[in-house]
T-cell receptor
Framework: EAGVVQSPRYKIIEKKQPVAFWCNPI?????LYWYRQNLGQGPELLIR????????DSQLPKDRFSAERLKGVDSTLKIQPAELGDSAVYLC?????????????FGPGTRLLVL | AQSVTQPDIHITVSEGASLELRCNYS??????LFWYVQSPGQGLQLLLK??????LVQGIKGFEAEFKRSQSSFNLRKPSVHWSDAAEYFC????????????FGIGTKLQVIP
C-alpha cells in the first residue's frame, strides 16, 4: 500500500513569493492533516480536513495561508506571500478510524526555505 | 488543553546498550499516547500507540512503552540499541475517542555510538 505522498520535497523561494505544497493521502483515508514542523520542534497542526470539509483550521494563519481539498482526496497548502519565518517542514498526514480509534500516517514532508 | 514534555533533547547511547526515552503528558482525561520516529529528511513513522488495556505496549523495531497513569508518563524503551535507531523520537498525546487533536513533544534526538 502506498503511503502519503507529498511534493515537492524541497523548495527554496525568496520572501514575498507564493508557494504551494501538494499532498496525496493514503487511499481510503477520509481525514487529512497539514502540520508545520519548525527546526528543533515537534509538528504543530495547521488544518484538518474530513473529506473536503475543513473541520479544524483554528491554527492556520489565514492572512497568508490557505488550503483546499477538492473532491476530498488530494490537498494543496498555499502560502502567499511567504515570510522568512515560514521556513519549516510542512507535513501532511492522513488517517481513518478503525474500531473507533485513529492513527495518523505521515508523509515525508516538504522542506521550505524562505530567503 | 493537553501537553507533552520530553525532558531530554539529546541522548547518546552505545550500540547494544539499553535505551529509555522519557515522556510526560498532561491531559484531563484518559489520554491516547503515541511514539513516532523521524529519520533525517523523513516523515514521522509510528512506533507504537496506547489507547487502553495493557499498559505495556509493544511496537515495531523492538520498541516498547509503558503507560503509568500515576506518573503521567509514557516512556519508550528498547533493550539493545542498533546503530540504525539513531533518529529523532517524538512522543504525542491525543484526545480520547474518535478523531483526535494530537499534540507532539519537541522530540529527543538519539545518537548511537559504536
Amino acid at each position: 500500500e502506498a503511503g502519503v505522498v507529498q511534493s515537492p520535497r524541497y523548495k527554496i523561494i525568496e520572501k514575498k513569493q507564493p508557494v504551494a505544497f501538494w499532498c496525496n493521502p493514503i487511499s481510503g483515508h477520509n481525514t487529512l492533516y497539514w502540520y508545520r514542523q519548525n527546526l528543533g520542534q515537534g509538528p504543530e497542526l495547521l488544518i484538518r480536513y474530513e473529506n473536503e470539509e475543513a473541520v479544524d483550521d483554528s491554527q492556520l494563519p489565514k492572512d497568508r495561508f490557505s488550503a483546499e481539498r477538492l473532491k476530498g482526496v488530494d490537498s494543496t497548502l498555499k502560502i502567499q506571500p511567504a515570510e522568512l519565518g515560514d521556513s519549516a517542514v510542512y507535513l501532511c498526514a492522513s488517517s481513518t478510524l478503525a474500531g473507533g480509534m485513529e492513527t495518523q500516517y505521515f508523509g515525508p514532508g516538504t522542506r521550505l526555505l524562505v530567503l | 488543553a493537553q501537553s507533552v514534555t520530553q525532558p531530554d533533547i539529546h541522548i547518546t547511547v552505545s550500540e547494544g546498550a539499553s535505551l529509555e526515552l522519557r515522556c510526560n503528558y498532561s491531559y484531563g482525561a484518559t489520554p491516547y499516547l503515541f511514539w513516532y520516529v523521524q529519520s533525517p529528511g523523513q516523515g514521522l513513522q509510528l512506533l507504537l500507540k496506547y489507547f487502553s488495556g495493557d499498559t505495556l505496549v509493544q511496537g515495531i523495531k523492538g520498541f516498547e512503552a509503558e503507560f503509568k497513569r500515576s506518573q503521567s508518563s509514557f516512556n519508550l524503551r528498547k533493550p539493545s540499541v542498533h546503530w540504525s535507531d539513531a533518529a529523532e523520537y517524538f512522543c504525542a498525546v491525543g484526545t480520547s475517542g474518535g478523531y483526535q487533536k494530537v499534540t507532539f513533544g519537541i522530540g529527543t534526538k538519539l545518537q548511537v555510538i559504536p
